[in-house]
């Protein structure tokens, strides 16, 4: 599986942003996956930002980005999304896009060592 992650760039405090994880390759279509968004700030370990289950939709947020983040995906397109809303300072970071084979319960979703498939970066920096 090839991932490409976009739509990052900057934006002011209380702006929004919308990422998009282009996935491609025959085992994204074949079988159910996980694929989620994770970020990494200078200075701070990776964590999981929001993170979705094609089998069963089952979706994890972060409580840093809940009410304010939404992770969508478009079956057509191969594409998952991830809507940032009323963005912060603290939402700076360097985000990743990931997809795993395996289909995971959601207390591991939001683990980025489940993940098997990694995207480039794409930098989300809130500033005024």
């Known amino acids: 599986v090839q991932l490409q992650a976009s739509g990052g760039g900057l934006v002011q405090p209380g702006g929004s942003l919308r990422l998009s994880c282009a996935a491609s390759?025959?085992?994204?279509?074949?079988?159910?996956?996980?694929i989620g968004w994770f970020r990494q700030a200078p200075g701070k370990e990776r964590e999981g930002v929001s993170c979705?289950?094609?089998?069963?939709?089952?979706?994890y947020y972060a409580d840093s980005v809940k009410g304010r983040f939404t992770i969508s995906r478009d079956n057509a397109k191969n594409t998952v999304y991830l809507q940032m809303n009323s963005l912060k300072d603290e939402d700076t970071a360097v985000y990743y896009c990931?997809?795993?084979?395996?289909?995971?319960?959601?207390?591991?979703?939001?683990?980025?060592?489940?993940?098997?498939?990694w995207g480039q970066g794409t930098l989300v920096t809130v500033s005024s």
């Open positions: 990931a997809a795993d084979p395996r289909s995971w319960a959601l207390s591991a979703l939001s683990a980025s060592e489940h993940y098997t498939f």
């Open positions: 979705l289950s094609t089998r069963d939709s089952t979706t």
């Open positions: 390759g025959s085992t994204v279509e074949r079988y159910p996956y996980a």
